[in-house]
T-cell receptor
């Protein structure tokens, strides 16, 4: 049973466009929702994270939108750049358990 | 930059050999994890630990074993490597308290079993 569902599997966006990746979770006990960015040959690195007591968090061009009632959260990348081309993973977790990751989204930003 | 280290980075080994993948972190984190990942694909949790002498199996069935004798060290062992074990293995660590759950990943070990 997959607890975190991520979509789309792949995404192609033109330079300067907005990239949107969505995730849905099932366990209402989760209280930590991070997004990780992974480049080929590297381990995932934390991009941005949110707690369920806020509906939005913005860091530079990256924004997480969180909808607690719908049990969904999304990553928005504004003004997407070729350097943003990577695989993005959403995750969910709580103290005392391991982070559960989505299946990943491969983003390609065309110049 | 995260202080979590994996060795070796790359390993090519013959079928039937015993191997140990090393993972160490200097952040004093209680929680440590091993994930298996094929290139560009999802992360499968194979083992995790909440602290010294604590180990649990993850969601993906694995023929590997782990140990946690010291807080900073979480090695993964394959007693008899098979070609189906060819993959990338990622180690991660995190604190275990609310609001401090960020997981830091190592660079990974790419294992090829021939």
């Amino acid at each position: 049973q997959q607890q975190v569902k991520q979509s789309p599997q792949s995404l192609i966006v033109q330079k300067g466009g907005i990239s949107i990746i969505n995730c849905a979770y099932e366990n209402t006990a989760f209280d930590y929702f991070p997004w990780y960015q992974q480049f080929p040959g590297k381990g995932p690195a934390l991009l941005i994270a949110i707690r369920p007591d806020v509906s939005e968090k913005k860091e530079g061009r990256f924004t997480i939108s969180f909808n607690k009632s719908a049990k969904q959260f999304s990553l928005h990348i504004m003004d997407s750049q070729p350097g943003d081309s990577a695989t993005y993973f959403c995750a969910a977790g709580q103290a005392g358990t391991a982070l559960i990751f989505g299946k990943g989204t491969t983003l390609s930003v065309s110049s | 930059e995260a202080d979590i280290y994996q060795t070796p980075r790359y390993l090519v080994i013959g079928t039937g050999k015993k191997i140990t993948l090393e993972c160490s972190q200097t952040m004093g984190h209680d929680k440590m994890y091993w994930y298996q990942q094929d290139p560009g694909m999802e992360l499968h949790l194979i083992h995790y630990s909440y602290g010294v002498n604590s180990t649990e199996k993850g969601d993906l069935s694995s023929e590997s074993t782990v140990s946690r004798i010291r807080t900073e060290h979480f090695p993964l062992t394959l007693e008899s490597a098979r070609p189906s074990h060819t993959s990338q293995y990622l180690c991660a660590s995190s604190e275990n308290r609310p609001g401090h759950l960020q997981a830091f990943f190592g660079q990974g070990t790419r294992l090829t079993v021939v």
